[in-house]
C-alpha cells in the first residue's frame, strides 16, 4: 500500500481524511486519490504539514 507513513500518522493522531484534506486545500475524494498513488515531493509536504498543523491544534485545545 501507497504512502503507509502518511496514513500511519492520520491514524495514530486519530484525524480525519476529510480534516487534513480541507488543511491542504483539497477535496476528501482527492486526498485518498493522492494516498493511492506515490506522493510527490511537495504534495507529500504538503500533507504532512497539514497532520502537523492539526496535530498542534489540538494540543493547544488541551
Known amino acids: 500500500m501507497e504512502n503507509e507513513d502518511i496514513r500511519g500518522q492520520i491514524l495514530f493522531n486519530r484525524l480525519r481524511h476529510w480534516e487534513v484534506a480541507e488543511r491542504v486545500g483539497i477535496s476528501d475524494g482527492?486526498?485518498?486519490?493522492?494516498?493511492?498513488?506515490?506522493?510527490?515531493?511537495?504534495?507529500?509536504?504538503?500533507?504532512?504539514?497539514?497532520?502537523?498543523?492539526?496535530?498542534?491544534?489540538?494540543?493547544?485545545?488541551?
Request: hydrophobic share 30%; proline share 3%; glycine share 4%.
Open 30 to 62: 482527492r486526498l485518498s486519490v493522492w494516498l493511492r498513488t506515490p506522493l510527490s515531493d511537495d504534495r507529500k509536504k504538503r500533507v504532512e504539514n497539514a497532520i502537523q498543523e492539526l496535530i498542534e491544534e489540538d494540543k493547544g485545545c488541551h
